[in-house]
């Protein structure tokens, strides 16, 4: 017979637990591709060989090319590196979010250039104390929070179209944006990731 309305009818079992599904975006300079690949090579995407399992055991990982494209970097230490194992071409360009552009920023007396980065909450706190004093404060702003709007289209439009994920995370820049929409608090992507992943 039919359990009654509002009566417990025991565990429900099933044969297997569903998978996890990430959004994992790239660090600068990289791409989708090259992600998902470093992803394999650390044993995140696959099983641990340990057989221990973890939160993210046999997830399904999406990566997608960052908006924006930017010239390689090879020679940094990590891509000079995955160059060598033609894991990483130089010879073309790359992927950004946007948050790390220059701006046209012209060199200081030190031969630095001053990197202008646009996930801090308090940007225009942030460009009048890194700026030099002959950059436009209002333009350099503006053009940050332009980058910015791109690129949390972008991500929801992924989230959106891609979707469900149970988690947002990246790398290095990807990371940054990924934390950036978790704390605002009209956070865009809907429905809410439940876990937030950074690596490196």
């Known amino acids: 017979s039919s359990a009654a309305p509002g009566r417990s009818i025991g565990v429900l079992h099933c044969s297997q637990r569903p998978k996890a599904r990430v959004l994992f975006l790239h660090g600068l300079a990289g791409s989708g591709g090259l992600c998902l690949q470093l992803l394999r090579m650390t044993g995140w995407v696959e099983p641990l060989t340990s057989g221990k399992a973890t939160l993210f055991s046999g997830a399904e990982w999406a990566c997608p090319d960052g908006p924006l494209q930017t010239k390689a970097r090879a020679e940094e ?3 000079a590196a995955l160059s060598r194992r033609g894991l990483y071409d130089a010879t073309k360009p790359q992927h950004s979010w946007g948050l790390f552009r220059l701006l046209g920023v ?6 630095l250039k001053v990197p202008v980065s646009g996930w801090y909450a308090d940007a225009r706190q942030m460009l009048s104390d890194e700026l030099p ?3 436009g404060l209002e333009a350099a702003l503006e053009e940050v929070l332009a980058a910015w709007a791109d690129t949390k289209k972008q991500v929801v ?3 959106e179209k891609y ?3 149970d ?4 790398i290095c820049e990807g990371g940054a944006v990924a934390a950036e929409l978790c704390l605002d608090p009209q956070c865009p992507l809907w429905p809410p990731p439940r876990r937030l992943l950074q690596l490196g």
């Open 157 to 159: 439009h992924i989230w």
């Open 167 to 170: 988690a947002i995370g990246g």
């Open 133 to 135: 004093a002959d950059i």
């Open 163 to 165: 979707g469900p994920f």
């Open 77 to 79: 230490s990590t891509y």
């Open 106 to 111: 012209p060199e200081t007396p030190e031969g």
